[in-house]
Structures are given as structure tokens and as C-alpha cells.
């Protein structure tokens, strides 16, 4: 939780930089600037896009919501604006000898497949143009089963009972009152539990929704999937369609059989869905400790072209492991001002990746 602390000290003097260089006039030269020296690919990353007009009604986990419909559009307006919006086969293509990138080339991604991206992003993308790339957990498509990072966080805010035990971390402790701090466990909790096994997740999430009653297969409107169908419409107006593994485990946390089940399994549901090979892999987490050398050679092994981590970054061209390209994050509270910043300037206005010990 310090590190949620350091990080809110540090986004309010961000913030306050980004206010300023965006009413001086001066994001949009020394963007130009910057992307110019560089000559790197920028790739944004997304989870959710959502209005929640009643935080206190919304039972899931906020920090998933990257936008809201408004913010949103503004953003894909800025990068048509300023950058050369891509796809990921066009950069296949260009490291394959085909034609190089535009200057200031920039891909947009989501990742894990909630059904908002199509509800809400969707309709903003094609009507201004911007292709996507759409990273889907294919079990989660096929069964329509909540995230179980989510479900988790559901269940804390929801629960009547005053205390959370889990053995697995060693966690034995009274429930905070209030949905702020329940939030805040949430959080940390989570942090704890993806440095566990991806089996032990799995399992510890499992328990509760028995214990706590709060079943996954009951749903939820606010939790829920993108279908088949609604992918297949996606890319058929030139949206991008890749994996983000079958059940949304840590790759780097499972035993070797199941990992490369994950990244073959996902793959295969994707092309034989979209009737189009699938080229193009985001690791679930993908953070440092979600994928390591294992989990990029059975990724390259699949026949996959590509793969992204969750690391913050940009990309050189040719880019150094392009198993690995690193992404910006985009996240609900930044305004128009710190988004120009975070694309325009990533190495100012980017949030260093943690390196997890463990
Ligand atoms: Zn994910």
C-alpha cells in the first residue's frame, strides 16, 4: 500500500507539470520533438472503458476502468491527432522487411476482454478510425465466467462477514468498514497473491466464493466477457483480436505443461473463432515476474509474431525482444493534459515498473 501512497504523491506533481506544459502550449511541439529523436513505437494498453457514475454502487475493481466514454474519445482524438495510429501486422510486416512504420506510430490495446470494450470502446474506435488491439482470456469468452482477480475484489467489497483468512499468504485479519479501505486491502491482497502459484490463485479465490457464498457462476452485469460474436464483428472493422491466455493465469506461475497449454489453447480457440491466424499475445499480470525466458520461447514455439508485457515503456525498431514489448498504461484519473504528457513525453510521464522479488 506505500507504493499506492508514493505513487499519488508523485501523480499530483504530474499532474500539476502536465497542467502546465498542456496551458502553455508546449505538449504538442516537444511531442513532435521527442517522437522525432526517438523514432519509437509507443503501444497504450486499456482494461476497461466505463462511465461509473456511483463509485459506491460499483462493486468491482475501479483500477481496472482505464477511461470513461468521454475521456476516451478525447484520447483517440489526440492520437489521430498527433500520432500514426497501427496495428500489430503492420508491424509484423515492417519487421518481416515489409514497409517501415509511420513516424510517431502508436498501437491502442486492452486487455483481458470485458465486455465494455465493446460497448464502449468499440463504437468510439470505428467511428473515428483508430484500430485496436483486443488481448481475450478465450475461457473466459467460451464459459462467460467472471475474472477471478475481480471476483475477488467483488466478493471483499460485498461480504457481510469482519474478517479475511488465508493461510496460502499467511493472512489472517479483521475486515476494514469501509468500501475505500475494502478497496485498498483489495489491492494489496491481490499484490500478495500473484507471488504465489497460479494454482494456489486459483484455489484461494475458489474457497471464498464457497465459504463467503459469492459464486462466480452466478455474474454479474458488471463483470461480464465479450462474446464470440462480438469479437467477430470487432475484427471484421479491422479491430485486432490476440490472446491474453485461456483462464488469466500468471504464465510464469504455472508448471511448464500448463503454460504452454495456455498460450497453444488460446491461440487455437482465436483462430478457429475468427477464421484468422492469431499473431499476437499480452501476458496476463505482465508484469516482470508474469513471464520470464520459459514463457517467451513456448510463446515463440506457438508461432506466435508477437508478445507484450505489461512493463512501462516504448519500443525501439527494431525492438530489442519483441516477445516483450513494453506498453503505457492508461489509467482513470488521468485528465486530457496527462495523457498528451504520458504519450507525447512516456519517459516524464510514465509509471516506472515495479521488479518483484519472489
Ligand atoms: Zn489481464
Redesign the pocket.
Known sequence: MSDRHLRVGRSSRRRFVADTLHALRLLGPLSRLRHALAGDLCIVAY?RVLDVDDEDAFDFDLDLVSASRTGFRAQMRLLRERFNPVRFADVAAALDGGPPLPPRAVIVTF??GYDDNYRCAFPILRELGVPAMF?V?TGHIESGLAYAYDWFVHMLLTVPVQNLRIDELDLDIDLPETRVQRRLLGAAVLDRMKAVPAEVQGAVIARLEVQWNIPRARGHADCRPMSWDQLREMHAAGMEVGS?GVW?HMLARLDDASMRAEVIASRQAIGAALGAPCEVI?Y???GFDAYDGQVLAAVREAGYALGCSYVSGTNRLPPAEPFALRRLAVERHMDEAWFAALVGLPEAFSYPSRRRVG
Open positions: 482494461h486487455d483481458d488481448f482470456s491474453h488469466h499480452s496476463p499480470v505482465g
